[in-house]
Nanobody, 115 residues
Framework: QVQLVESGGGLVQPGGSLRLSCAAS????????LGWYRQAPGKQRELVAR???????NYADSVKGRFTISRDNAKNTVYLQMTSLKPEDTAVYYC?????????WGQGTQVTVSS
């Protein structure tokens, strides 16, 4: 059974930091490309960061220099460290696992950046 379980969202002030976690089942973690997407109200889901071929991280321009994707192979977990958060980062953040044609999504975790 495929499982992607996100955690770590919440309310944070502008300029603050949060770390999101995504725990994946072992087979998914080893065989699928992992990443993070987000969807703000009234907008399409967009890429935030993901590992591409060779395990190299790829970031959306809007988060470069502020967000860092990482993984802990021992814990089958991928992280998204978010710093210098802005109100426009407010969205539901989703963990994604992809090995086309198969693709899976987590349930999402809300991140709200507001004073």
């Amino acid at each position: 059974q495929v499982q992607l379980v996100e955690s770590g969202g919440g309310l944070v002030q502008p300029g603050g930091s949060l770390r999101l976690s995504c725990a994946a089942s072992g087979s998914i973690f080893k065989l699928y490309g992992l990443g993070w997407y987000r969807q703000a109200p009234g907008k399409q889901r967009e890429l935030v960061a993901r590992f591409i071929s060779g395990g190299i991280p790829n970031y959306a321009d809007s988060v470069k220099g502020r967000f860092t994707i990482s993984r802990d192979n021992a814990k089958n977990t991928v992280y998204l460290q978010m710093t210098s958060l802005k109100p426009e980062d407010t969205a539901v953040y989703y963990c994604n696992a992809r090995n086309l044609p198969r693709e899976y999504w987590g349930q999402g975790t809300q991140v709200t950046v507001s004073s």
